[in-house]
């Protein structure tokens, strides 16, 4: 979070950010950004929370549906930050290459 947060800074980028854990996520923001760009690019398995997370429950997420649910109940498992530009996911997490080459 904190590497895009200083890439938009120093690119003079203006954007709003949302705190998942202050503010929470909706479902309708979750299952618009799953539309978009799907389950496995939205879900981060390699943070602790999806570490502490027991077998069975890392294996029942099989599709959108499955992912939304844990996604509500542990916000935590989204991989941020989600970049999103009128409505639209241009990236997700960050990558200096990746936010470099976005039309912004």
Do not use: C
């Amino acid at each position: 979070m904190k590497k895009a947060r200083t890439w938009l800074d120093e690119s003079e980028i203006s954007y709003e950010f949302h705190d998942f854990k202050k503010h929470g996520v909706t479902e309708e923001m979750l299952s618009e950004w799953l539309k978009q760009v799907g389950w496995q690019k939205l879900l981060k398995k390699t943070g602790p929370t999806w570490g502490q997370l027991p077998d069975a429950v890392k294996t029942s997420i099989k599709d959108d549906a499955s992912a939304l649910a844990l996604m509500l109940e542990k916000p935590n498992v989204i991989k941020r930050p989600v970049l999103v530009q009128k409505g639209k996911v241009l990236a997700t997490g960050f990558n200096d290459n990746d936010y470099k080459n976005l039309k912004l």
